[in-house]
T-cell receptor
Framework: QKEVEQNSGPLSVPEGAIASLNCTYS??????FFWYRQYSGKSPELIMF????GDKEDGRFTAQLNKASQYVSLLIRDSQPSDSATYLC????????????FGKGTHLIIQP | DAEITQSPRHKITETGRQVTLACHQT?????MFWYRQDLGHGLRLIHY???????NKGEVSDGYSVSRSNTEDLPLTLESAASSQTSVYFC????????????FGDGTRLSIL
């Protein structure tokens, strides 16, 4: 059974600091991973996706993938109060066409 | 701009009734998906479709059905609604190319009394 695990939090980070969100997955066949941000009562919003080992940077966000350790992370630099949300990690083994397996999400709180 | 629209946004119904949730996308995406989101479970896949006339069961498909008669729409039907199906339902779509991200609709909050 495919599983994606996240610490539910809440993870509290001071404004301006680096927030580090982590995710592990059980399916070694998983190829690509997606980070979504979800505000309360809203739909998931794509932040980043990654499918190669290593780091991928986009603005204040960096996604990291280590397939050997089955570990995915998202770093948010210069955290802002608007970053306060639930962050969902999702993986897929079929290139995405057969749906995503989501973790339960990490609730991030950025303290002003 | 391309978008994915779900309707209704909120619905209250009674157990045993048939309910259909609509999903319409203008991305011209081949892949479409339905998820439900519940506290303590996260998002779980109900059904998905690779294209017209193609539908597949996901992790929690019991009690749900879908049909795909065109590229733009994937309605989700609850044949006989049960209280356990009270949830927030999200539709998503993605391009047919490998490793493409899914774009989500705004969701439908369904309450079954």
């Amino acid at each position: 059974q495919k599983e994606v695990e996240q610490n539910s939090g809440p993870l509290s980070v001071p404004e301006g600091a680096i927030a580090s969100l982590n995710c592990t997955y059980s399916d070694r066949g998983s190829q690509s991973f997606f980070w979504y941000r979800q505000y309360s009562g809203k739909s998931p919003e794509l932040i980043m996706f990654i499918y190669s080992n290593g780091d991928k940077e986009d603005g204040r966000f960096t996604a990291q993938l280590n397939k050997a350790s089955q570990y995915v992370s998202l770093l948010i630099r210069d955290s802002q109060p608007s970053d306060s949300a639930t962050y969902l990690c999702a993986g897929t083994s079929g290139g995405g066409a057969d749906g995503l397996t989501f973790g339960k999400g990490t609730h991030l709180i950025i303290q002003p | 701009d391309a978008e994915i629209t779900q309707s209704p946004r909120h619905k209250i119904t009674e157990t045993g009734r048939q309910v259909t949730l609509a999903c319409h996308q203008t991305w011209n995406h081949n892949n479409m998906f339905w998820y439900r989101q519940d506290l303590g479970h996260g998002l779980r896949l109900i059904h998905y479709s690779y294209g017209v006339q193609d539908t597949n069961k996901g992790e929690v498909s019991d009690g749900y059905s879908v049909s795909r008669s065109n590229t733009e729409d994937l309605p989700l039907t609850l044949e006989s609604a049960a209280s356990s199906q009270t949830s927030v339902y999200f539709c998503a779509s993605s391009d047919r190319q490998v490793n493409q991200p899914q774009h989500f609709g705004d969701g439908t909050r369904l309450s079954i009394l």
